[in-house]
């Protein structure tokens, strides 16, 4: 059984720090997935990756699969990017999602 | 079109009353999932429909009841819930469920709450 764990569990930083947000999980995935969940709302898948890097505007996430570990950067932060972040595995065949316990970033002005 | 919608936003039920929840696609995703979240703890799967056809349920009790119409809506029946059932619903879907969650997409949810 994959288990995925995150840390750290809570994370305050400054507008403007480097962020980073680590995840490793247990058995090999097809997909490692990084989410992000506002308070009392919904979720936003930000990236899915199989292997190597990849990069949507301030956001960063790379996946090492032999050390079977990621990490979500987030370069510049700003208050808006307070949020929840969830790192959750998906297995070859399989239709389900195994989610880390999420990590919870507060930046503060 | 790139999102899962979900209606009602917001839901307030009594525990005799029945109501439905909807969520609707047009990715041409063929797996749909329907998704239970109590506050600060991950989201627990409950159903997935694969092919318009119910191929997973989480041993959900029965006053939950999926159903898929068509590819592109997914439907959450309630009957005589629990005020302990109060929780944000989610649905999302994907492209396949063979292909580990590609095309992942989450809808906002529905905040249930259960009186």
């Known amino acids: 059984k994959n288990e995925v764990e995150q840390s750290p569990q809570n994370l305050t930083a400054q507008e403007g720090e480097f962020i980073t947000i680590n995840c490793s999980y247990s058995v090999g995935i097809s997909a490692l997935h990084w989410l992000q969940q506002h308070p009392g709302g919904g979720i936003v898948s930000l990236f899915m990756?199989?292997?190597g890097k990849k990069k949507h505007g301030r956001l960063i996430a790379t996946i090492n699969i032999q050390e079977k570990h990621s990490s979500l950067h987030i370069t510049a932060s700003h208050p808006r990017d307070s949020a929840v972040y969830i790192c959750?595995?998906?297995?070859?065949?399989?239709?389900?999602?195994?989610f880390g316990k999420g990590t919870k970033l507060s930046v503060i002005p | 079109d790139t999102e899962v919608t979900q209606t009602p936003k917001h839901l307030v039920m009594g525990m005799t009353n029945k109501k439905s929840l909807k969520c609707e696609q047009h990715m041409g995703h063929r797996a749909m999932y329907w998704y239970k979240q109590k506050a600060k703890k991950p989201p627990e799967l409950m159903f997935v429909y694969s092919y318009e056809k119910l191929s997973i349920n989480e041993s959900v009790p029965s006053r939950f009841s999926p159903e898929c119409p068509n590819s592109s809506l997914l439907n959450l029946h309630l009957h005589a819930l629990q005020p302990e059932d109060s929780a944000l619903y989610l649905c999302a879907s994907s492209q396949d469920r063979s292909q580990g969650g590609y095309g992942y997409t989450f809808g906002s949810g529905t905040r249930l709450t259960v009186v």
């Open positions: 959750a595995s998906s297995g070859a065949g399989s239709y389900q999602l195994t």
């Open positions: 990756l199989s292997s």
